[in-house]
C-alpha cells in the first residue's frame, strides 16, 4: 500500500495542555501525517480544559475519572460508546499507542475488533516512574511486569533510542524492537538575532556570561540536584556563570527550596517557568551556550535535539540513554554522574579555545532531525507492518 495513504490513530494517557516529550511526539506525528492522510489522536479528557480546534487534526477525548492528582486522570475507554463509534466510522489502517496503561490496552483490543495491527512506541523507564510515585519496588515490579505482557501482545514494538530498547529488554521483553528516533520541531531561524533579543529582553539574561540551560520536567530523577550542586561549585570560583532552569513539575517546590539552601550569589540563578511560547522558548535556547541535560531517566531527550538544531551543544552523563547521539567534543560533551565531574568538564568547555562552537556546529549537523526528515521512514514502517498483519491473517484465514 502508498505509506502516504495510511490512516492511524495515534493513543496517548495524557495530552494537551500537558507538555512533555511524548507529548511533542504524538502531536508532530499527528501534525505530518495529517497532511496526507486522516491521522487522529486518542487521548482522555484532562483535568484543565484544553481547546483541540486550534490543532490541525483531529482530537477524540476519551471519557476519564478525574483522580485530583496533579494534571492526572484515569481513562475509562472500554466504557465510552462514542468512542468506539467514532473509531469505527474513521477506519484507520493502523493504531500506534505511546503509553502501554489504559489507552493502550483498549487500542490493542480495539484494533482486534477492527482487525488492524497495533504498534507501540516505548518511550519512558515505567519502573523508576512507578518507585518515584509509590516508592516501592515490588509495586514497581509488578507494573513492569504487566507493561511486558503488553508490549508483547501487540503486533509491533518501538524504541526511541538503542538504549532505551535495552531498557525494555532489561525488564523481560524478548521481541523484536524497532528502533524509530525523535525529531525536533526547530531548524536555525533566518531571524535568529530577533527572536534571541526578544527572550534577553524577556527574561533580563545578560549576554557577557556563560549560560548554562536546562529545560524539562521539575522533578527530581531528571537530576536536578546535580545540576544544582554543579553549579554552586562554579558560582564558588567564579562570577562568570548563570542558570536557566525551565520548566515546572511536582518537584519544584522542594527543587526550589534546595537551590535556596544552597545560597546562590543573586541574579545567578533564574527559574523560568514554563514557556508555552515555542519562539520565546527558542530565544532562551538562543541565549544559552551550553545546554545541561545530566539525566539519566529519559530515554531520548527531545530538548537534546532542539538544542542541537539551534547549534547549542548539551552536557549530559556519560553512559545515559540521551547521550547515545552524542561524539564527545564532536556534537557535545559527557561527564560522570557527579558534581566534581559535571563541574571540571564544564571548565574544560568553557576554557578550551574553540572547542564550545565546534561542538555546536557539528551538533547542528549530527544531532538534530526534524519530525518532517523523520516522517518518511514511519510511513513506510506502518506499511512494512499493515502488510505483514494482512499476509499472516490472510494465512491464518486459509488455516
Known amino acids: 500500500m502508498n505509506p502516504s495513504d495510511i490512516r492511524s490513530a495515534q493513543f496517548i494517557d495524557t495530552f494537551?495542555?500537558?507538555?512533555?516529550?511524548?507529548?511533542?511526539?504524538?502531536?508532530?506525528?499527528?501534525?505530518?501525517?495529517?497532511?496526507?492522510?486522516?491521522?487522529?489522536?486518542?487521548?482522555?479528557?484532562?483535568?484543565?480544559?484544553?481547546?483541540?480546534?486550534?490543532?490541525?487534526?483531529?482530537?477524540?477525548?476519551?471519557?476519564?475519572l478525574n483522580l485530583k492528582i496533579a494534571e492526572y486522570t484515569l481513562p475509562t475507554p472500554r466504557l465510552d460508546r462514542t468512542l468506539k463509534s467514532a473509531l469505527q466510522r474513521i477506519r484507520p489502517d493502523i493504531f500506534h499507542v505511546h503509553s502501554p496503561f489504559t489507552e493502550g490496552s483498549f487500542a490493542r483490543d480495539f484494533a482486534r475488533k477492527l482487525d488492524i495491527p497495533c504498534v507501540a512506541t516505548f518511550h519512558s523507564k515505567y519502573y523508576d516512574d512507578v518507585v518515584n510515585v509509590t516508592g516501592s519496588k515490588t509495586i514497581a515490579e509488578i507494573v513492569t511486569s504487566?507493561?511486558?505482557?503488553?508490549?508483547?501482545?501487540?503486533?509491533?514494538?518501538?524504541?526511541?533510542t538503542e538504549g532505551a530498547a535495552d531498557v525494555l529488554r532489561g525488564y523481560g521483553y524478548r521481541g523484536d524492537i524497532v528502533v524509530m528516533e525523535n525529531g525536533t520541531t526547530y531548524t536555525?531561524?533566518?531571524?535568529?538575532?530577533?527572536?534571541?533579543?526578544?527572550?534577553?529582553?524577556?527574561?533580563?539574561?545578560?549576554?557577557?556570561?556563560?549560560?548554562?540551560?536546562?529545560?524539562?520536567?521539575?522533578?527530581?530523577h531528571k537530576n536536578l540536584r546535580l545540576i544544582l550542586d554543579t553549579f554552586r561549585l562554579l558560582t564558588e570560583r567564579s562570577d562568570k556563570y548563570r542558570l536557566l532552569i525551565v520548566g515546572d513539575?511536582?518537584?519544584?517546590?522542594?527543587?526550589?527550596?534546595?537551590?535556596?539552601?544552597?545560597?546562590?550569589?543573586?541574579?545567578?540563578?533564574?527559574?523560568?517557568?514554563?514557556?508555552?511560547?515555542?519562539?520565546?522558548?527558542?530565544?532562551?535556547?538562543?541565549?544559552?551556550?551550553?545546554?545541561?541535560?545530566?539525566?539519566?531517566y529519559d530515554t531520548s531527550g527531545l530538548v537534546v535535539?532542539?538544542?542541537?538544531?539551534?547549534?547549542?551543544?548539551?552536557?549530559?552523563t556519560a553512559g545515559s540513554n540521551a547521550a547515545e547521539v552524542i561524539e564527545k567534543d564532536m556534537t557535545g560533551f559527557t561527564a560522570e554522574e557527579n558534581a566534581v565531574s559535571m563541574y571540571r568538564e564544564i571548565v574544560r568547555i568553557?576554557?578550551?579555545?574553540?572547542?564550545?562552537?565546534?561542538a555546536g556546529v557539528g551538533a547542528r549537523a549530527n544531532v538534530a532531525r526534524t519530525w518532517e526528515q523523520l516522517m518518511p521512514q514511519v510511513r513506510h514502517e506502518y506499511a512494512r507492518i499493515i502488510e505483514d498483519y494482512r499476509y499472516r491473517r490472510a494465512k491464518e484465514g486459509q488455516g
Open 249 to 296: 513539575g511536582y518537584d519544584e517546590k522542594v527543587i526550589r527550596a534546595y537551590a535556596d539552601e544552597l545560597d546562590f550569589p543573586e541574579r545567578s540563578l533564574r527559574f523560568l517557568g514554563r514557556i508555552n511560547d515555542r519562539e520565546l522558548l527558542m530565544g532562551v535556547y538562543l541565549n544559552s551556550n551550553l545546554f545541561f541535560f545530566p539525566s539519566v
Open 188 to 220: 536555525y531561524p533566518a531571524n535568529a538575532d530577533a527572536i534571541r533579543r526578544r527572550a534577553a529582553e524577556e527574561f533580563s539574561i545578560p549576554q557577557d556570561k556563560r549560560v548554562l540551560l536546562f529545560v524539562g520536567h521539575l522533578i527530581w
Open 16 to 64: 494537551y495542555p500537558m507538555v512533555d516529550g511524548v507529548v511533542q511526539a504524538v502531536n508532530n506525528y499527528a501534525a505530518i501525517m495529517n497532511r496526507d492522510a486522516y491521522t487522529c489522536v486518542v487521548t482522555p479528557k484532562g483535568s484543565r480544559r484544553f481547546d483541540d480546534s486550534v490543532l490541525p487534526y483531529d482530537v477524540i477525548r476519551t471519557a476519564a
Open 305 to 316: 535535539r532542539e538544542a542541537a538544531s539551534l547549534g547549542i551543544p548539551s552536557l549530559l
Open 350 to 358: 568553557f576554557h578550551t579555545e574553540g572547542l564550545l562552537e565546534r
Open 146 to 160: 504487566r507493561i511486558v505482557k503488553f508490549y508483547e501482545s501487540v503486533d509491533s514494538v518501538w524504541s526511541v
